[in-house]
């Protein structure tokens, strides 16, 4: 928290301190116009040396403000992102099987980093420019009507033409983005998938088939890029259009008020080149600003619509919480007989087709049994819901007399010995390998093993 405030602060300081050189600009103007010939040496060497100390000022207040910005802010995105990271990884292992069934694993790794991109992109230095053009639009405004309504009332005539430019860029970056990152997750999974079944696909010699497929996700990326270029380069040359035609509107009616010495309403004197010069900058200044919180703001909206998707899966119960902890009964208890009672079983992407119906079967303690039937017969099914990767949909599981449900599941998984079809050695020593997810393992044991 206390970083943030420091961030919050750097970013006003950095925000505020931009209009104060377009009223010392004017203010020089004004002092330094015609009547110069009229001021003394001595005067004007102290009015020099006074605007030189404000300048200073301004400009250690404009570097602490951005230093401080750009540091906490960067550090507030760091930890968040960070923590978020680390959560996500342990909210995506909690999830039972059955959930990774329904998400494409392949997918998921390019997705997941793809959405911490983003969420870092919107938490961190963003923000904080954010807050920066906000507020420094609200003091270019305050100073621009302190220093004449008129005139700023005139040139805000030109604001709505500013904000849709800047809603024309923003509008084509955001639909932009979205595009790239959908089609970017969808090649990335791609590739992950064919180097993880490389074999599979140099047995068939299918690299052309694949290479087409990436090639086409990557295509749609680039045609969206086009596209998205194209209308936020006709937003920022419309913007730069109307600064442009508010330079022309402040001096022309700048000019007006000038020759037929208007008086200033807000300090009774006549208009000088430096109101018009204040003001001018002022108004342009916070229209601009306004314009370049638009895609800070949309990065933080991004952002939070991204956050959403991770607080919606960390907020999701899994069906098989390994996290829960109930009955551990001592090893002496477990005999060994397993003992299937009238299960019902589908997989939850096709709740429609049983693999089991009514399934009864004992496996005796000691007893080798084999399990023979056609493919998608549901042997390894058998195997699934013995280590509770799945819930039967039906009917109950028994470990001598205790339903595999009301025993702890590390507890469980730990006294089970298993080697599927399709072994998956992670990148480290055999001996690494065996230990995995064991504790208190001997050297002995894994000899044996």
């Avoid at 045609?223 to 509107?249: D, H, N, P, R, W």
């Avoid at 090893?331 to 119906?357: S, W």
């Avoid at 390894?380 to 025993?407: C, H, M, V, W």
């Amino acid at each position: 928290m206390f970083l943030i405030i420091l961030a919050v602060q750097g970013s006003l300081i950095a925000g505020t301190s931009m209009p104060f050189i377009a009223l010392l600009l004017g203010k020089a103007i004004n002092n330094f116009g015609p009547n110069i010939v009229e001021l003394g040496e001595q005067e004007l060497t102290s009015q020099i040396r006074e605007l030189a100390i404000i300048y200073l000022l301004v400009g250690i207040g404009i570097f602490l403000g951005s230093f401080m910005m750009v540091l906490f802010w960067t550090m507030v995105g760091k930890r968040l992102i960070l923590k978020i990271s680390e959560e996500y990884l342990k909210v995506i292992m909690r999830q039972e099987p059955g959930w990774f069934d329904s998400n494409n694993v392949f997918e998921l790794p390019t997705k997941v980093q793809s959405q911490l991109k983003i969420i870092e992109n919107g938490i961190g230095n963003k923000v904080g420019q954010a807050i920066m053009a906000i507020s420094q639009f609200a003091a270019s405004f305050l100073v621009g009507y302190i220093t004449s309504w008129q005139l700023s009332l005139v040139l805000t005539a030109m604001l709505p033409l500013l904000l849709i430019g800047g809603w024309c860029m923003a509008k084509a970056m955001q639909q932009g983005g979205a595009v790239n990152r959908e089609t970017y997750e969808k090649a990335g999974g791609i590739a992950e998938e064919v180097i993880y079944q490389i074999r599979t696909v140099a047995s068939f010699v299918n690299f052309d088939y694949e290479k087409d497929k990436y090639r086409s996700y990557i295509q749609q990326s680039m045609e969206a890029g086009i596209k998205s270029g194209f209308k936020a380069g006709f937003g920022i040359g419309f913007i730069i259009f109307v600064v442009y035609c508010s330079y022309s509107l402040a001096v022309g009616y700048g000019s007006y008020l000038i020759y037929n010495q208007e008086v200033n309403e807000n300090n009774g004197q006549i208009f000088g080149s430096g109101d018009v010069i204040t003001v001018l900058f002022s108004i342009i200044f916070g229209c601009l600003s306004l314009g370049q919180a638009t895609p800070y703001v949309r990065a933080m909206y991004e952002a939070m619509l991204t956050a959403s998707e991770f607080f919606t899966l960390l907020e999701r119960k899994p069906q098989i919480d390994i996290s829960n902890s109930s009955i551990k009964p001592s090893k002496d208890e477990i005999k060994g007989d397993i003992f299937f009672k009238n299960v019902n079983f589908a997989y939850p992407t096709k709740i429609e087709k049983n693999i089991l119906r009514a399934f009864n079967i004992r496996f005796e303690q000691g007893k080798k049994t084999a399990i023979v039937g056609s493919s998608g017969s549901g042997k390894s099914t058998i195997l699934y819901l013995i280590q509770r990767f799945y819930e039967p949909n039906a009917g109950s599981i028994y470990i001598d007399n205790y339903d595999i449900k009301s025993l702890d599941l590390k507890y469980w998984r730990s006294m089970i010995g298993y080697v599927p079809q399709e072994p998956v050695l992670f990148n480290t020593s055999i001996e690494n390998n065996i230990i995995f997810g064991r504790e208190n393992i001997t050297q002995d044991e894994i000899k044996i093993v």
